[in-house]
């Protein structure tokens, strides 16, 4: 495999910035980081001069991208998922999806085969299902032939069809047998989030204290708070084994209520998400979901009604967002999306910064946070064109 030396760039880790450093990337890891024109055994060196140097973010809620969505079942649509992803400076990311009960989800099988092939763009780590076991009032824009009753033939069923690679489960702890079920999920190697929930501020510690570690979009498809009926913020915010997902664009969250995220939640607790839709990387328009028109518009997406679809951001530019609304600086904005949501899924031994013996994940960022190139185990997948 080519050796590739990255040279004359900011490094940022992300837990300290480096300069006069240079990368060398070889056998799909970091080989090296040191002082730079100290390597001289690389194949083809990069000029990063003018450019930041950032670890590979991971996006652990993306639905659909370049045209394509995870329902779609198809290896084509997850390779189009992939390759837009890596426009975005994603190295990594899980198919966010719904499952059925009594419909066909195919889709599922697709998606977990594709965690061993290469897709040539951001590596599928695995597969994020918001339900079935979720709250039918704030089930949001999630049909209701993907809600279904917390039972453990169900939860059986999904981990044979996915091939045990389901890695994230929003679930509502309020619904009856919920509990138990959170109980069991850390020990199948799946990540407990919390979403799509009316849980109450008592309910929501019950589900805390079962195993809830996570947070599906912060603020968004859960009760609001208030001074004298809490709701499930306060008790997930308080709670510092818990990170939570917020996607950072000034739409879904206010940017008033994003700084105040920001500041609640520690640096290791914040994880930036696109919850991407099929409309991410495609021009603004007119394009079809859910059999309804809709409009993608300044990196949101809406029905012609007016009601809110989803963002159709990349991570590169939701990063520019968020330091952009809350004033947080690139350093932390990186850090959740790259460390933290490596540490959520159990990944930051092999990811999610850049050390030596890691994953060679990375990405060179413009001066406006644009992506330049993208480097995914070692290998260019993806390098913006010329001017």
């Known amino acids: 495999m080519e050796r590739y030396l990255i040279s004359g760039g900011r490094i940022i880790t992300p837990f300290e910035e480096l300069e006069n450093h240079e990368i060398l990337l070889g056998e799909g890891k970091i080989l090296r980081i040191s002082a730079q024109r100290t390597i001289q055994d690389y194949d083809t060196r990069i000029d990063a001069a003018g450019k930041t140097v950032v670890p590979g973010f991971i996006d652990v809620h993306v639905q659909g991208a370049g045209g394509a969505d995870v329902l779609d079942g198809t290896p084509e649509a997850l390779d189009s998922i992939s390759r837009t992803c890596a426009r975005f400076g994603v190295t990594g990311y899980l198919a966010t999806t719904v499952y059925r009960p ?24 695995g ?3 918001e339900g079935p076991f979720i709250a039918k009032d704030k089930r949001g824009m999630i049909q209701e032939d993907c809600l279904g009753e917390v039972e453990d033939r169900t939860f059986e069923r999904i981990q044979e069809l996915t091939e045990k690679r389901l890695r994230m489960m929003t679930i509502a702890p309020e619904l009856p047998g919920a509990l138990a079920l959170i109980r069991r999920l850390p020990a199948s190697g799946v990540v407990a989030s919390f979403g799509h929930s009316t849980a109450d501020y008592e309910q929501t510690k019950a589900g805390i204290r079962a195993g809830i570690r996570h947070v599906t979009h912060l603020f ?13 913020i306060p008790a997930l915010l308080e709670s510092p084994e818990v990170s939570a997902q917020v996607i950072p664009d000034g739409v879904h969250i206010h940017p008033a209520v994003l700084r105040m995220a920001v500041q609640w939640l520690t640096e290791g607790r914040l994880v930036l998400i696109s919850d991407g839709m099929q409309a991410m990387g495609l021009p603004e328009g007119r394009y079809l979901y859910n059999s309804l028109d809709y409009e993608s518009k300044n990196g949101t997406a809406r029905y012609i009604d007016g009601t809110l679809i989803g963002t159709t951001l990349g991570i590169s530019e939701l990063i520019d967002r968020c330091i952009t609304h809350t004033g947080c600086g690139l ?12 540490s959520v899924l159990g990944l930051q031994n092999r990811k999610g910064s850049l050390e030596q013996g890691k994953d060679a994940d990375l990405v060179l960022l413009g001066p406006g946070l644009e992506v330049d190139m993208t480097f995914r185990a070692g290998r260019c997948v993806y390098r913006a064109e010329p001017g």
């Open 102 to 125: 009594q419909g066909d989800n195919s889709h599922l099988r697709t998606a977990a085969r594709g965690c061993s092939r290469d897709q040539r763009g951001a590596e599928l780590l």
């Open 220 to 232: 968004n498809a859960m009760m609001p708070m208030h001074h004298r009926d809490p709701g499930p």
């Open 331 to 342: 350093m932390p904005a990186v850090r959740a999306a790259s460390y933290n949501p490596a």
């Open 127 to 129: 597969i994020h299902l």
